[in-house]
């Protein structure tokens, strides 16, 4: 959705009732932005290249981004370390659904390159509000399909 991140940002500001998806320090706030910008840029625009491009360099690239997001994971449970469930979680978890496209179009075994990212996603999923949010791996798969053949990939 265009503009999503900032779309959350407000609606953290408008339900101050409610569990925030940003923390309160200005630091952690600051440094979770980043995160979800990096999300929304790298992920998002190399990701949309599966529709236009061969696999090419496009698949190294990904392999990048996706090491980087695991190392700045590291150990914590979800992105947003000691606050939990957040920002960056909620920026990134639906791209999830497009790892089976990265293994069946480019090659990118994200199970192998980021397996720490794979666990990620799984607790994710365990939450309703994620699991009944998300398409499906195959639908996100058929739906690349489709635009290659609209673009003259395939």
């Known amino acids: 959705m265009a ?5 959350l940002q407000y609606l953290d500001e408008v ?3 409610t569990r925030p998806l940003l923390p309160a320090d200005p630091y952690e706030r600051a440094h979770a ?36 997001l695991e190392g700045e994971l590291g150990e914590k449970e979800f992105f947003g370390g000691e606050h939990g469930f957040g920002f960056v979680d909620v920026a990134l978890i639906p791209f999830t659904a497009w790892f089976e496209s990265f ?22 999923l365990e939450r309703e509000s994620v699991s009944n949010s998300l398409y499906s791996p195959e639908k996100v798969y058929d739906f690349a399909g489709m635009m290659r ?3 003259g990939i395939e």
Not at 3 to 7: G, K, N
Not at 38 to 56: A, E, F, H, I, L
Not at 103 to 124: I, N, T
């Open 149 to 151: 053949k609209d673009f």
């Open 33 to 68: 932005r980043f995160w979800a910008d990096y999300v929304d840029k790298k992920v998002y625009g190399s990701g949309s290249k599966m529709y236009t491009q061969p696999q090419m360099h496009t698949n190294i690239e990904m392999v990048d981004i996706l090491k980087t």
């Open 103 to 124: 293994d069946r179009y480019w090659g990118v075994k994200v199970a192998e390159v980021a397996p720490k990212l794979v666990s990620w996603a799984a607790r994710c």
């Open 15 to 17: 339900f101050p009732d």
């Open 3 to 7: 503009e999503s991140l900032i779309i």
